[in-house]
T-cell receptor, first 115, second 113 residues
Framework: EPEVTQTPSHQVTQMGQEVILRCVPI?????FYWYRQILGQKVEFLVS????????KSEIFDDQFSVERPDGSNFTLKIRSTKLEDSAMYFC?????????????FGPGTRLLVL | AQTVTQSQPEMSVQEAETVTLSCTYD???????LFWYKQPPSRQMILVIR??????QNATENRFSVNFQKAAKSFSLKISDSQLGDAAMYFC??????????FGAGTRLTVKP
């Protein structure tokens, strides 16, 4: 069964450094999402992406964050200058056609630790 | 704003028994979707079951079923014949159209052998 993959599985970085989290969506999926989960807390929506544009973003997704699909396959989340509070698990999710109520398929996540 | 509430931070069930996880939500929409996701220790979230709000019939998926009460805005998950592999965090989620999915805080389910 096709899966969403994410790299790296773990990332440790110093505060103020830039990180790029990568996601490979299921082939032919068109909608992409990033979520984050701070340890012990609920999963929170960050941003959705369709047709090379941000569709929707939450208040968490400030100017430090950006997303792109640089090569038509990978979907990346960049945090420009990491803060301690960015430490979390980051999940990518993809949807086939973005129709209402479609199942979102989640990747295994990247655990980011900012020191 | 749509919110999802899971009032049970932790639940425990004996193997082979039945357990029900609670979820309530708040919305002004009439057409939306509800989900239960399972997050085992490996941390990848897996869809357990999905319910369309316009359908009155409760969704079922093998040992998993839901009790969807639209008027009460309640969406509980029942796990029958619980197995050790069912131990995980369970998240209830709400989605309207193709917008972002709103998650509850989760319920940690322990299955005792």
């Amino acid at each position: 069964e096709p899966e969403v993959t994410q790299t790296p599985s773990h990332q440790v970085t110093q505060m103020g450094q830039e990180v790029i989290l990568r996601c490979v969506p299921i082939s032919n999926h068109l909608y992409f999402y990033w979520y984050r989960q701070i340890l012990g807390q609920k999963v929170e929506f960050l941003v959705s992406f369709y047709n090379n544009e941000i569709s929707e973003k939450s208040e968490i997704f400030d100017d430090q964050f950006s997303v792109e699909r640089p090569d038509g396959s990978n979907f990346t989340l960049k945090i420009r200058s990491t803060k301690l509070e960015d430490s979390a698990m980051y999940f990518c999710a993809t949807v086939a056609s973005g129709g209402a109520g479609e199942t979102q398929y989640f990747g295994p996540g990247t655990r980011l630790l900012v020191l | 704003a749509q919110t999802v509430t899971q009032s049970q931070p932790e639940m425990s069930v004996q193997e082979a028994e039945t357990v029900t996880l609670s979820c309530t939500y708040d919305t002004s929409e009439s057409d939306y979707y509800l989900f239960w996701y399972k997050q085992p220790p490996s941390r990848q979230m897996i869809l357990v079951i999905r319910q369309e709000a316009y359908k009155q019939q409760n969704a079922t998926e093998n040992r998993f079923s839901v009790n969807f009460q639209k008027a009460a805005k309640s969406f509980s998950l029942k796990i029958s014949d619980s197995q050790l592999g069912d131990a995980a965090m369970y998240f209830c989620a709400y989605q309207y159209n193709n917008n972002d999915m709103r998650f509850g805080a989760g319920t940690r389910l322990t299955v005792k052998p």
